[in-house]
């Protein structure tokens, strides 16, 4: 009896933690993406998605995927995981605050609106810190364009056919 007991509570346990927590999509859109950077330069059309605080990009090139964005906490590109100073140092050449790449993605104004200067259909920002960057983020109804003049940093990321 206690055999088949244990058993049991091992295969319950077994499944239970081999269960993956399913993320609930709220978005998703077709995009174009490019990045330039003295480091990385990247172009390709994927799919971003989103929902709650997750956010996954994946972007193919030539049918292979180049860049798997996923951003749950720590932020993972292509199964390396990593935290968000070191991903922004990375990519932006400067630790930016934690949620930058998500903000750009996302589409919403960066650095808490500063220099906000609301457009016919979007936003632009200009952030300067002297020595440190000097950026110039543009939003659209079809695109956002993130260039940081400083440090040759480039995000643009084109929406394609509609939002579901």
């Known amino acids: 009896m206690y055999r088949f007991l244990a058993i049991f509570v091992g295969v319950i346990l077994l499944f239970s933690a081999c269960s993956v927590k399913e993320q609930v999509i709220e978005t998703s859109q077709g995009v174009k993406l490019i990045i330039k950077t003295p480091s990385v330069k990247l172009s390709g059309i994927g799919f971003y998605k989103r929902g709650g605080k997750y956010a996954n990009l994946q972007i193919f090139s030539g049918g292979v995927v180049v860049l798997d964005y996923k951003s749950a906490g720590s932020i993972c590109i292509n199964d390396k995981c990593m935290t968000r100073g070191i991903f922004n140092e990375k990519l932006f050449i400067h630790t930016h605050y934690d949620e930058l790449i998500d903000d750009i993605l996302a589409r ?39 260039n940081d003049l400083q440090n040759s940093v480039i995000i643009e990321i084109t929406k394609l056919g509609k939002e579901q």
């Open 108 to 146: 919403k104004p960066i650095y808490d609106s500063q220099n906000l200067t609301k457009t016919q259909d979007g936003f632009s920002q200009r952030i300067t810190e002297a020595g440190e960057f000097d950026i110039l983020y543009e939003i659209d109804e079809s695109a956002a364009k993130f």
